[in-house]
């Protein structure tokens, strides 16, 4: 997600990305499958980080913002063991299209446990959906490697694909 936030990368990468859809289109293919593939793994690498060397303490959910989709994330607000208040989203969070029906009225002003990172405390995750995020993180890596498999299939004149 930090490879995006970059504009020294992020907008060459986008340049790419436009070039290609005129030029070769299979080639975007294997842009995205290799986007994605790198922000997964370098996800997944900050998770096991933070499982290994994150700080641990106690948040409260203040309030579930509702994205353009109806996916809910939460605001949490905490403190850090040097004092710091923070007061963010989780660095990384899943939500599920369950979460687009499903109220969490009574989960806020909830206690949960976060786990951040001491030399960045501003990121976080939620210390009790490790496992979810494991899954989604292989989901995500997994289509990945489907997008990427197309556009190297698709370019070595293995598979064709008509735009």
């Known amino acids: 997600m930090e490879l995006l936030n970059k504009k020294e990368y992020a907008i060459p990468i986008f340049i790419l990305f ?13 842009i995205l ?13 900050f998770m096991v980080g933070i ?3 994150g700080i641990e303490s106690v948040g409260k ?4 913002e509702v994205d353009e989709d109806g996916h809910k994330t939460p605001t949490i ?9 923070i007061k963010k989203k989780p660095y990384y ?23 951040y990172d001491k030399k960045n405390p501003e990121k976080f995750i939620i210390g009790n959906e490790n496992s979810f995020n494991y899954f989604s993180l ?10 990427l498999s197309v556009g190297i299939l698709s370019l070595l004149k293995i598979i064709k694909i008509d735009f």
């Open 18 to 30: 436009v070039f290609f859809m005129f030029y070769e289109p299979e080639i975007c293919f294997f």
């Open 33 to 45: 499958g290799f986007l994605v593939i790198i922000i997964g793994i370098q996800t997944w690498i």
């Open 51 to 53: 499982q290994k060397n």
């Open 61 to 64: 959910i203040l309030y579930y």
């Open 77 to 85: 607000e905490f403190k850090t063991k040097n004092g710091i208040q």
């Open 93 to 115: 969070y899943a939500s599920t299209d369950l979460s687009k029906i499903r109220t969490y009225k009574n989960r806020t002003k909830e206690s949960i446990s976060v786990l």
């Open 138 to 147: 292989v989901f995500i890596i997994l289509v990945g490697i489907i997008f």
